[in-house]
């Protein structure tokens, strides 16, 4: 007996919502598999922590490679900024208040997001790609069956690299951001150096910086694990590799933004528990 139109649509609404829950599973599960890694990172990491020339190593090509495009991207942001805010300022003559704005927004936001997003695309899928193409040609399950323990060796340094390079370098990306808007106002926009450079002085403190720097080892410690996870369960083939890169990619950007809103609560929370007479409006 064929089944009626009405009886269709009752059982697409039902696939329908057993995909949806199907689909929310699957990421509680890899939610859960993804913290039992990162507990697993942490335990190797009190257990025996890396040697110097294996972190060297590491930092090098996580830190020291990804300066020059870090700071050549942190100045470009910082002239943007100068350049999308200077006409709404000129209006209300406050043109020489411009840099507490690029300051302030380079320590607190686009400085560590900016460090934190670059580290993403240039190393968090280079890890796993290169993490992936060690699990597809077995080099990972050699490792284990020498007695060496995979995490160790492989994801503990690229882990403590990130968290100690991305500190450094969200400092670099919030120097030259702050350099090329003061540039571009200075000597573009002939606003005032003294007032300039004396707005920027008042409107802003070490607490602005610290903002960005706490950010961004929680940034650095998201990418590291998310991207070393997706290299140790890629895919087979060429395919699995490239898809573990693009997703290392994603669900690293996306978890710097929700930690980014996370913390940023947290840390005006804090700041108001401490210092509440000092809070700025």
């Known amino acids: 007996m064929a089944a009626t139109p009405e009886a269709k649509r009752g059982l697409g609404i039902a696939d329908a919502i057993a995909s949806v829950g199907e689909r929310a599973l699957d990421a509680v599960a890899e939610i859960g598999a993804m913290t039992l890694f990162f507990g697993q990172t942490l335990t190797w990491l009190f257990r025996r922590p890396p040697g110097r020339a294996r972190m060297v190593d590491s930092m090098y090509r996580i830190g020291v490679r990804s300066l020059p495009v870090i700071a050549l991207t942190g100045a470009f942001i910082g002239m943007v900024l100068a350049v999308q805010s200077y006409y709404q300022f000129r209006a209300f003559g406050m043109e020489s208040r411009l840099g507490v704005m690029i300051n302030l927004s380079m320590f607190r936001e686009l400085g560590p997001v900016l460090a ?7 190393i968090g899928s280079a ?29 503990l340094p690229r882990f403590l690299a990130c968290l100690t390079m991305i500190p450094l370098l969200t400092i670099a990306a919030i120097a030259m951001g702050v350099i090329g808007g003061a540039f571009y106002c200075i000597y573009v926009f002939d606003v ?19 903002y960005g720097v706490i950010k961004s080892f929680f940034f650095g410690g998201a990418i590291a694990i ?6 140790f369960h890629s895919g087979a083939g060429a ?9 290392a990619f994603v669900q690293s950007f996306v978890m710097i933004l929700v930690l980014d809103l996370v913390l940023s609560i947290a840390l005006d929370r804090f700041y108001t528990a401490v210092w509440p007479q000092e809070w700025r409006v």
């Open 127 to 155: 890890i796993a790609a290169e993490l992936g193409t060690m699990k597809v040609t077995e080099q990972i399950d050699a490792l284990a069956s020498m007695g060496a323990s995979p995490i160790q060796h492989l994801v």
């Open 239 to 247: 395919e699995g590799v490239g898809r573990a890169a693009t997703v």
């Open 116 to 122: 934190a997003t670059m580290l993403a695309g240039r």
């Open 226 to 231: 998310i991207s070393c996870y997706r290299g």
């Open 192 to 210: 005032d150096p003294y007032f300039y450079l004396a707005n920027s002085r008042d409107g802003t403190s070490p607490w602005d910086i610290a």
